[in-house]
């Protein structure tokens, strides 16, 4: 079936440092987006990809849509405690003009002061 | 407070039992979705309405399992006989289609465990 896979599971990092999670998907994506759940939160929204090869920032975050679009990542620049949480991509197929998401595992991301 | 509501919280059950969940979902948000997690896995699609009309089931969702939207508006997903396997997180989304590719908002999801 349609996968959505994740890496890493977990990232524990020291506070300003680099943060990346990667998400790839076995078959063409229509769109992607990117979802943060803090612990004990549910997913809020923080970006949609919809062109190959797109890019987008916010902030520190800046996230990359492949050209096959098929993968796609998530960098933090000098990451902050504020950061931490789980980092979920999630794709579409076929017109993408649902909200039936495949997610990934979601990447878990620890930052220690 | 405006955004997706779900009652209960959190429900503990035993086997056998059934159980149902309610979702309110952003008033102006004709699509609704609930979607199932578990522990260190991200959510899965379950089924979704357009108004009152359930559009789209997942085979995740076997007979035990049913939704409603009755008026359009909150919705209902109800699990017969409970199995310990049903526990985990249950969440409800609503959205705004027609707008360019659509952003879901989840509510805080209601907790099962099934003892």
């Known amino acids: 079936g349609q996968q959505v896979m994740q890496i890493p599971q977990y990232q524990h990092v020291q506070e300003g440092e680099d943060f990346t999670t990667y998400c790839n998907s076995s078959?063409?994506?229509?769109?992607i987006q990117w979802y943060k759940q803090r612990p004990g939160g549910h997913p809020v929204f923080l970006i949609q990809?919809?062109?190959?090869?797109e890019v987008k920032k916010q902030k520190r975050l800046t996230f990359q849509f492949g050209e096959a679009k098929k993968n796609s990542s998530l960098h933090i620049t000098a990451t902050q405690t504020t950061d931490v949480g789980t980092y979920f991509c999630a794709g579409t197929h076929g017109s993408g003009n649902t909200g039936k998401l495949i997610f990934g595992q979601g990447t878990t991301l620890q930052v220690k002061p | 407070d405006t955004g997706v509501s779900q009652d209960p919280r959190h429900k503990i059950t035993k086997r056998g039992q059934n159980v149902t969940f309610r979702c309110d979902p952003i008033s102006e948000h004709n699509r609704l979705y609930w979607y199932r997690q578990t522990l260190g896995q991200g959510p899965e699609f379950l089924t979704y309405f357009q108004n009152e009309a359930q559009l789209e089931k997942s085979r995740l969702l076997s007979d035990r399992f049913s939704a409603e939207r009755p008026k359009g508006s909150f919705s209902t997903l109800e699990i017969q006989r409970t199995e310990q396997g049903d526990s985990a997180m249950y969440l409800c989304?609503?959205?705004?289609?027609?707008?360019?590719?659509?952003?879901?908002?989840f509510g805080s999801g209601t907790q099962l465990s099934v003892l």
């Open positions: 078959t063409t994506l229509s769109n």
């Open positions: 989304a609503s959205s705004v289609p027609g707008q360019g590719r659509e952003k879901l908002f």
């Open positions: 990809l919809v062109k190959s090869g």
